[in-house]
């Protein structure tokens, strides 16, 4: 078995039962390989935890990567990039997290740290995309709208107001995106989005 295969794995395991409860004995028996090929991959549970939260970060990153892809305007790419958000709002996982901020405090601090870097950026890009195309604002400050969204995005998954199939709901979904939309586009802007807006939903 590939490491990478067994990362994957470990990492599905610590979501469904949480870090602490999968020892580095019942990862090499649920992945049916011997404890040391385990440790010929990874030093101990510590490293094999880290291992884990960057391969997640991964699969996070290479969600987004098409949006550097295509041929779509910011308000276009915005939606996008709501949809990603949005699935990785209900794989959210809180044992998981529990346990890493727990256990693993300087891992969890980096994964956050890094993940809420990659949002901002994200969303940074995407206001300037759109100043530039005469979507949004040009008067929007950049650094504070990016750091609400990245709020916003927070508190969907932490205030416990809206259940999962709240969140996937269409109707939900399409008045969290329209109360960002609208508060940041143009006349040109809004005149693109009310046009195309049956298109621009969850649906």
């Known amino acids: 078995m590939e490491k990478s295969d067994i990362i994957l794995k470990v990492c599905n395991l610590y979501k469904r039962f949480g870090i602490k409860s999968i020892t580095m ?4 028996r649920h992945l049916g390989i011997s404890k040391k090929t385990l440790y ?3 030093s101990d549970k510590t490293e094999l935890v880290k291992e884990t939260v960057i391969q997640e970060f991964k699969l996070k990153e290479d969600s987004f990567a098409i949006l550097s892809q295509g041929d779509l305007n910011a308000i276009e790419e915005l939606l996008v990039y709501y949809k990603i958000q949005i699935r990785m709002i209900l ?3 809180p044992n998981f997290v529990y346990d890493l901020k727990k256990y693993y405090p300087s891992i969890y601090d980096n994964y956050v740290s890094v993940k809420r870097e990659r949002i901002i950026n994200s969303v940074e890009k995407n206001l300037k995309k759109g100043i530039d195309e005469g979507y949004f604002r ?3 400050d950049v650094s504070i709208i990016s750091r609400l969204t990245l709020m916003r995005i927070e508190g969907i ?11 996937m709901s269409p109707d939900v979904f399409t008045e969290i995106f329209s109360y960002h ?3 940041i586009v143009t006349d040109k802007g809004r005149n693109y989005f009310e046009n195309h807006k049956a298109q621009l939903t969850f649906r």
């Open 181 to 183: 939309v609208y508060g």
């Open 157 to 167: 998954i932490h205030s416990g107001l809206f259940t999962p199939d709240e969140i």
């Open 40 to 42: 010929q991959n990874f």
């Open 91 to 93: 794989d959210y996982k």
């Open 25 to 28: 004995d019942d990862a090499a």
């Open 138 to 140: 040009p008067e929007l």
